[in-house]
């Protein structure tokens, strides 16, 4: 693609797309591999338990997925549905039970939650052995000591298609646009780790933030995760940017079938041309997300083995 650098100087830019239909394919692969390994060694077949209250459409949408995906690797699956009204104290005791049964090797609970309860109190009763959505304190506190542990999925997924990509990532200037428990604030921690990828320095910016568009623009990467769509334009972004774009939000759009589209929270026709790399949604993130869950859960499986020998 056609950009510029200096005044009168055209450069030839060649953006690449960070394709996570292409790197979730090939982590799948592996995944799959490895269980099979784990059943021919006669060794137990890696099980993940979802639950899923009520009926958001988009809950419904991410969970089938995941456990279509479970399928895909040879996993064992089992989805837990609960009915909106459900009590905190009934949900607790579901975990308990899938806490207690040994086949289990990952929980995952699929958030939102019913305003009468507590995500935070749900998230801590998990048990930190199966805690493969990486979301539970000791995971997070391990994450951020380096220790190995179950990374939060989707900051995972990114790493993930940095890796593949080889994107060179030591001493960039990495800009993080949210600092949510789940997305922002660890993969900031992550891509500041002594590590690869990792070695960044990392910027977090949040709804506070009030020189955002300027701190965006000394970004060699720009990680996007506020939830609001196509909020990053050309404009805030540099030449040669690696961009991934994390924002999943529907859209009205009577266009569609489904009545919405699926919209990022960058501006991809806008900010693609002047990248080296960029994410598209959907088709980016949300399908590493997925395999960064087959990963944790395979994870959580292989430890098992690896605590009795
Ligand atoms: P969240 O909990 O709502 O957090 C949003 C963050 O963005 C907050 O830290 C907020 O700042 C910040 N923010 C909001 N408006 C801003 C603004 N104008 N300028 C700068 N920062 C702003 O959201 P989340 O759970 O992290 O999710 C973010 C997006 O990623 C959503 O679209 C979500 O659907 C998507 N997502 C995708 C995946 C996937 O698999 N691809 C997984 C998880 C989430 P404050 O802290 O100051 O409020």
Not at 3 to 11: S, T
Not at 113 to 122: G, H, R, W
Request: glycine fraction near 8%; aromatic fraction near 4%.
């Amino acid at each position: 693609m056609q950009g510029e650098n200096q005044p009168g100087v055209a450069y030839f830019c060649p953006m690449q797309l960070l394709d996570g239909k292409l790197v979730s394919r090939s982590v799948k692969e592996k995944v799959k591999d490895k269980t099979d390994l784990l059943k021919k060694e006669g060794k137990k077949t890696p099980h993940l338990a979802a639950i899923l209250v009520g009926n958001n459409g988009a809950s419904e949408t991410y969970v089938a997925s995941k456990v279509k995906s479970c399928e895909e690797v040879g996993f064992k699956s089992s989805l837990l549905r609960f009915e909106e009204t459900i009590s905190e104290q009934e949900l607790i005791n579901a975990i308990e039970k899938l806490n207690n049964d040994e086949d289990v090797d990952g929980i995952l609970v699929q958030l939102p939650l019913p305003k009468q309860i507590n995500e935070e109190t749900i998230i801590n009763i998990i048990h930190p052995d199966k805690d493969v959505d990486g979301f539970h304190p000791v995971s997070i506190g391990k994450m951020v000591q380096g220790l190995p542990t179950f990374i939060p999925a989707t900051p995972y997924g990114i790493l993930l298609m940095l890796e593949h990509y080889k994107i060179e990532t030591a001493g960039k200037h990495a800009v993080v646009i949210g600092r949510s428990n789940i997305v922002g604030r660890p993969i900031s921690i992550l891509l500041s780790r002594n590590s690869y990828p990792g070695n960044c320095t990392v910027t977090v910016c949040h709804s506070k933030t009030s020189n955002l568009k300027e701190i965006c623009l000394q970004a060699d990467i720009i990680v996007a995760a506020l939830g609001i769509p196509e909020f990053l334009k050309a404009d805030m972004v540099k030449e040669n940017a690696v961009v991934v774009d994390v924002g999943i939000t529907r859209v009205a759009d009577a266009s569609k079938k489904s009545g919405f589209a699926i919209k990022g929270d960058v501006d991809f026709a806008g900010v693609a041309p002047k990248c080296s790399y960029i994410t598209p949604v959907p088709g980016g993130v949300g399908l590493m997300t997925i395999a960064a869950l087959l990963m944790n859960t395979l994870m959580a499986c292989e430890t098992k083995y690896k605590k009795q020998a």
